[in-house]
């Protein structure tokens, strides 16, 4: 009889029946107070209904009566981790394991106990004894596969992965999370398949529409923006996707939205970090519609800024990086006042918020300087060619230990040369362990070829972490952090006035102030005619090929004024590779410049689609004359430009960042086509085109005089001599420097 009713009730307790089962337990207990089974199986649901301590109690009974009964351990262990006394539960549970080594179920529960615990070493190996033991057991496969993601090897991880889903198809917790780590993985196509498998199965999983969002963002898919609006549909109050959608409509233009989705996420996560960076910079657009906007946007900015800087620290540091005043000196205007704002609140709220750091003794006799090189671009990049390539292949190694700190996620061959040219090279770290992983090689110097574009470099140069902390002019405006002593810039660039254009102390290196190799697999091919890039083979060609957020609205006017004078002419544009938007509003912003003059901008404006470096260089070689864009001129682009000589026209401006190509005419010795104003620009532009001889003199200026610019040791013997001078004296004056 008890053995029928015995029977009945695991049957309904098997079933989720709890109550009905609890009744049928009571009632054999009734008849039979030491009865052990119903005992320990009562106490599981009673502590599982909410009452862990009375379920307790009656499995120890249970526990009395029927000793060393490894099923009871593990309830015990269940009813433990209700009360939150995680040791006593995994102490239960490997009781258990030890009567029962077998018990896949006993091993995978300890393995959980472990892993909340903190144990995660301890807690894979006994994931990893369950599926052993119960090889065909979905969960288990799942919960090691999350317990390996963060730090385990990558093929157990995806193998796990696989099982469990194998083992249980249409897993959708197994599928998202899979898509979830490859998406740490950077191996979003795959990603993108298994997350959208999950949504099909399950579409109210906010958190995973979130995450295809940023999986579709990185593969520059159109849907991003409709899977963040529907990771918000489903749960409002996700401030993830909220934030996220604010950056993706900031990167296509749409500062207002952008600004609201920000604002939306903090009302969501009032301590969301990022989004209160984000939200002020997102008043700094990629493209301006009219030169008004300009002043209207850095007023804007300015008042986003001195809000945010009156934050505290709690509740900013987190997010110091993650957003940068990157388009701000785009606005061609002396940013002094409002960089140094930014950069001693950035310095002030991590200052408060870490621990100071202890800094590197100066170098003992015959020590070599210790020189760190923080960069998140240690690959085909415009600042590996500017500044990396020459630093590390260089640096006289006999006066200098080179250290590569590599803070971004992309790496390729060029990657892989870095790390062969440094004596120690760092990368794939979290963002949260660069601090640590520089202290502990307590570099002399560090040098950061650019603050404000990647966003650990930028958190790290807010923080003292060397004696002697230098940028470059990667990113060539002042970055106003009192943590940064030196702006690493050259002669030929600076105004005499430049001083004052910085917080840090300006270094005017020889020249330009880089040794800089042209690449020999960036010679251009054979030229194939205009046709393939839709240029007409009778009329001048006008290249300007830079940036569009480099143009603004007031020097528009300068194509058309061109365009009067020549008639039949084109202007070549690159669109904006991160957003079709952002070119569109500058082909409109365009045709209404021409417009305003009569002239049909269809009929002069050609914008070519991002193109390969080898296909660049072929279309600048199909142009008559390079237009340098005034403001913001060409560096890099300008200086690869040099493998077809071609005739420039430059304007120097105000600031380093307008004097690029100036310096490097300069350099060359063909100062003809440097223009002092923007009626002499336009001269020179249409002669360059109208005057075959005079653009093939240019030409041939260009030809003879650019192995100046190139493999200049000058720069670095007086780089070196620089850090040298500038450790010695930060050993003598500023050694207990703190954080």
Request: aromatic share 8%; proline share 6%; glycine share 8%.
């Amino acid at each position: 009889m008890i053995d029928t009713a015995l029977a009945e009730a695991m049957t309904l307790h098997r079933a989720g029946r709890f109550d009905e089962a609890a009744r049928l337990y009571r009632a054999i207990l009734e008849r039979d107070h030491d009865h052990a089974d119903s005992l320990h199986l009562l106490g599981l649901i009673t502590a599982e209904q909410g009452q862990p301590e009375a379920g307790i109690a009656l499995i120890r009974r249970a526990m009395a009566i029927q000793p060393g009964c490894a099923p009871h351990y593990n309830s015990l262990g269940h009813a433990y981790r209700r009360l939150g006394r995680l040791e006593d539960a995994a102490t239960a549970y490997r009781a258990g394991s030890a009567l029962l080594p077998g018990s896949a179920e006993i091993h995978s529960n300890l393995a959980t106990t472990l892993l909340e615990m903190g144990h995660h070493d301890e807690a894979v190996a006994h994931y990893r004894r369950a599926a052993e033991q119960a090889p065909g057991m979905a969960d288990i496969w799942y919960n090691l596969a999350n317990a390996l993601a963060a730090t385990g090897p990558p093929a157990e991880t995806e193998r796990c992965y696989r099982n469990a889903i194998a083992f249980r198809p249409g897993f959708v917790d197994a599928l998202g999370n899979y898509g979830r780590w490859l998406m740490t993985r950077g191996r979003w196509q795959e990603a993108e398949s298994w997350l959208a498998e999950s949504l099909c199965l399950n579409p109210m999983q906010a958190g995973l529409w979130n995450n295809l969002g940023i999986v579709c963002q990185e593969r520059g898919a159109a849907e991003a923006e409709l899977c963040y609006r529907h990771a918000i549909a489903v749960d409002p109050h996700l401030a993830d996707a909220h934030y996220n959608l604010g950056c993706l409509l900031s990167g296509h233009g749409r500062a207002d939205e952008a600004i609201a989705c920000h604002t939306s996420a903090l009302t969501a996560e009032p301590g969301f970090a990022a989004a209160r960076l984000a939200a002020c910079m997102a008043h700094l657009p990629i493209l301006y519609r009219t030169e008004a906007e300009v002043a209207e946007r850095r007023q804007r900015y300015a008042a986003a800024l001195a809000a945010l800087v009156t934050q505290d620290a709690a509740g900013v540091a987190a997010g110091i990086g993650a957003s940068q005043p990157f388009f701000l000196p785009y606005q061609q205007q002396d940013d002094r006042a409002l960089q140094d704002l930014y950069g001693r609140f950035a310095c002030r709220v991590l200052a408060e918020a870490e621990p100071a750091a202890t800094l590197a003794p100066p170098p003992a006799p015959g020590e070599r300087i210790r020189v760190g090189v923080v960069c998140g671009f240690f690959c085909d990049h415009t600042l590996f060619k500017l500044f990396l390539e020459g630093w590390l292949t260089q640096f006289d190694r006999s006066r200098f230990e080179v250290i590569g700190f590599h803070t971004g996620r992309v790496a390729d061959a060029r990657t892989a040369r870095c790390a062969g040219w440094c004596d120690r090279f760092v990368q794939g770290l979290p963002a949260a362990s660069w601090r640590d992983a520089i202290r502990a090689i307590a570099p002399h110097v560090l040098l950061y070829p650019e603050i404000g574009m990647d966003p650990v470099a930028g958190r790290l140069a807010a923080m003292r972490l060397a004696p002697v902390q230098c940028v470059a002019w990667g990113q060539p405006v002042t970055c106003g952090m009192p943590t940064i002593d030196h702006f690493l810039s050259n002669a030929l660039m600076e105004p005499d006035d430049a001083d004052a254009s910085y917080t840090e102390h300006l270094v005017r290196l020889p020249n330009l102030g880089v040794f800089y190799m042209p690449d020999a697999a960036d010679d251009p091919p054979e030229a194939t005619g205009r046709a393939r890039f839709g240029l007409d083979p009778l009329a001048p060609v006008l290249w300007s090929g830079q940036a569009l957020y480099k143009y603004l609205p007031q020097y528009d006017a300068i194509f058309p004024r061109i365009a009067a004078e020549l008639g039949a002419c084109q202007f070549v544009f690159i669109g904006f590779a991160k957003s079709q938007a952002v070119t569109d509003a500058f082909r409109d912003r365009l045709a209404s410049a021409f417009a305003a003059t009569g002239l049909d901008a269809a009929r002069h404006v050609v914008i070519l689609p991002p193109l390969s470096q080898r296909d660049y260089l072929q279309a600048v070689g199909m142009a008559d004359v390079i237009l340098d864009t005034i403001g913001w001129s060409g560096g890099k682009s300008t200086l690869d430009c040099l493998a077809q000589n071609p005739a420039i026209v430059t304007m120097p401006g105000r600031f380093l960042r307008g004097r690029h190509t100036a310096a490097i005419l300069r350099r060359i010795g063909c100062e003809a086509t440097i223009a002092g104003s923007l009626d002499e620009y336009v001269a020179i532009a249409v002669r360059l085109a109208r005057d075959p001889a005079w653009r093939a003199e240019m030409r041939q200026a260009v030809a003879v005089g650019k192995h100046r610019l190139f493999q200049d040791t000058a720069a670095i013997r007086a780089l070196e001599d620089f850090l040298a001078q500038a450790v010695t004296q930060a050993g003598v004056v500023t050694r207990d420097r703190p954080a």
